[in-house]
C-alpha cells in the first residue's frame, strides 16, 4: 500500500526526469518551461545528468527510506542548478513547477529524515580489539531480528524476536509482532508466547519462581508477564508515548525499566504491575528530533548500583539505590559506548552490546573498555546478552543479533552468538 510520502516520492522523481529531458533535449520541452537554454551543449547535457541524477535518487528513496533525506537534498540542488542554467523561476510554467519541486523536497525531507540521524549517531570511542573465543550457535530465518536474551535456572534461554519492524517509521511497530522463544540446554526450541500485532517483544527478565517479565512497547507500552505454565497477560500499562526498554530486579524485589523517552525509570511491582517513577534523570534523554538512538536503554543491578545504558549520550552511568528506594546522584562509569543492553559478570565487568555499531565491549570495574568481539564474529546488530546459568556454561556469554536490520532490511537474520570472555 503506497503512502503519501511514497507518492510524493514518484511525482517528484516524474518532474525531474522530464527537467531532465527538458534541458538536455529542447524539442520536447513546453513551451515557456525554460527561460533560458544554455547554448554550450556540454552545460546543457551536465546539468541534465545532474537532475536526472536527483530523480534517479529520488525514484530510489520511494523504496529505500533511508535515501530519502538525500534524495531531497540533492532535488533542492538540482532545483538550484536549473535556475542558475536555464533561468527556470523565472519562466512561465517554470515558476510553479519549481515551487512544486522546493515544497515537495522540504516535505520529502521533513517526513523521512532517517538518512539524517544516521549521519548523526553518536560516534563511538576508538577502542582496543581483544576478540574472545566465540561461535555462532545458529542463524535464523530472515526478518527475524532479537530484542532481547534472558537464562532460566535450569539453563533454559528464552529469546524476544521480532518480525515486521520498519525503522524507517517513528511507528517503528506498527506492523510488527513479538514472539518469545524458549531453547533448552539440548538445542531445541518452542515459542511460549506472541504479542498482538502492533506491540514489540522486548527485554525479558527471569523472576524468582521462574515467571517471565517482558517489557513492549507500541501504542499500548506495557510490561507481560509470562507464567511458568504458559499463561500470559499484560499485568502494566504505561502511558502513551512511554518506550519500556531495559527490565531487572532490583535487590527490593521490584522490576526497573528504563523508558526510552521519557528519561525515567520506573519501578514495577512484579506482583500487582502497579508502576511508578523510581527515577526521572534529563541525562537518560536522547537529543530532541535529530536522534535516532534512544535515550536510557539497558539497565541492570549490580547489588545495589542500578546501571543504566544511554545510547544517544554514549555514557554508561550508575545510580545507588537507597533503603528508602531513592536514587542518588549519576555517576558516569564509561563514555563512548554507544549500548544497547548488556550483561554483568562475575568480577563485575560490564559486557555491553551496541546494536549498529556491531561490536560487544567489556567495561572493567576499573573502567577499562575493549572491545571483545565484533563482526568478523557475526556480532552484527547486537541488541542483548546473558550469561548462562546451566551446569556447564556460567562463563559463557549468549549474545543475540538482529543481523544488521537498519542497514540490510527485511532480509536481514537474526543470530544466537556464544562468547566465552574469561577464557584465558
Not at 525531474?16 to 551543449?41: M, N, Q, V, Y
Request: charged share 15%; hydrophobic share 50%; aromatic share 8%.
Amino acid at each position: 500500500m503506497m503512502t503519501i510520502l511514497t507518492i510524493l516520492e514518484l511525482v517528484l522523481s516524474i518532474l525531474l526526469f522530464f527537467c531532465a529531458a527538458s534541458l538536455a533535449f529542447p524539442r520536447i520541452s513546453l513551451r515557456g518551461l525554460l527561460g533560458h537554454l544554455p547554448k554550450s551543449a556540454i552545460v546543457r547535457f551536465s546539468s541534465a545528468a545532474f537532475v536526472a541524477l536527483a530523480a534517479v535518487l529520488m525514484l530510489a528513496a520511494s523504496a529505500i527510506p533511508f535515501l530519502a533525506f538525500f534524495a531531497a537534498s540533492l532535488s533542492l540542488a538540482a532545483l538550484a542548478l536549473l535556475h542558475l542554467v536555464a533561468r527556470f523561476a523565472t519562466a512561465r510554467l517554470g515558476l510553479p513547477i519549481a515551487l512544486a519541486l522546493a515544497a515537495g523536497s522540504l516535505a520529502v525531507a521533513g517526513l523521512q529524515p532517517l538518512g539524517l540521524k544516521v549521519l548523526l549517531l553518536p560516534k563511538a570511542a576508538a577502542l582496543p580489539i581483544q576478540r574472545a573465543p566465540s561461535r555462532t550457535v545458529k542463524v535464523y530465518e530472515a526478518g527475524v531480528w532479537f530484542e532481547g536474551i534472558a537464562a532460566g535456572a535450569d539453563g533454559t534461554l528464552f529469546l524476544s524476536a521480532n518480525r515486521g519492524l520498519d525503522f524507517s517509521d517513528l511507528k517503528y511497530y506498527r506492523r510488527a509482532s513479538g514472539e518469545v522463544i524458549a531453547r533448552s540446554p539440548d538445542g531445541s526450541e518452542r515459542s511460549i508466547f506472541r504479542t498482538p500485532v502492533g506491540a514489540t517483544a522486548g527485554v525479558i527478565a527471569v523472576g524468582p519462581d521462574g515467571a517471565l517479565f517482558l517489557t513492549s512497547n507500541g501504542d499500548e507500552p506495557g510490561i507481560w508477564r509470562i507464567g511458568a505454565n504458559g499463561d500470559a497477560r499484560k499485568i502494566t500499562r504505561l502511558p502513551k508515548g512511554a518506550w519500556p526498554n531495559g527490565l531487572d530486579f532490583g535487590p527490593d524485589g521490584m522490576l526497573y525499566t528504563p523508558d526510552s523517552n521519557l528519561a525515567r525509570v520506573w519501578r514495577i511491582n512484579p506482583k500487582t504491575g502497579a508502576a511508578a517513577i523510581a527515577l526521572q534523570d534529563r541525562r537518560l534523554a536522547a537529543r530532541p528530533f535529530i536522534s535516532l538512538a534512544p535515550g536510557a536503554n539497558g539497565l541492570h543491578f549490580s547489588g545495589q548500583d542500578m546501571i543504566v545504558t544511554v545510547s544517544d549520550s554514549t555514557e554508561v552511568i550508575r545510580y545507588r539505590l537507597a533503603k528508602d528506594g531513592t536514587f542518588g546522584p549519576a555517576v558516569v562509569i564509561a563514555r563512548g559506548i554507544p549500548g544497547d543492553d548488556f550483561a554483568v559478570g562475575h568480577d563485575g565487568s560490564l559486557f555491553i552490546t551496541t546494536h549498529p555499531y556491531n561490536t560487544l565491549v567489556r567495561v572493567t570495574p576499573g573502567g577499562e573498555r575493549t572491545i571483545i568481539a565484533d563482526a568478523e564474529q557475526n556480532i552484527v546488530g547486537a541488541t542483548d546478552a546473558v550469561f548462562g546459568r546451566g551446569a556447564g556454561d556460567r562463563e559463557t556469554l549468549y549474545v543475540v543479533t538482529d543481523g544488521g536490520a537498519f542497514t540490510g532490511g527485511p532480509s536481514t537474520r537474526g543470530a544466537l552468538v556464544a562468547v566465552q570472555p574469561y577464557a584465558h
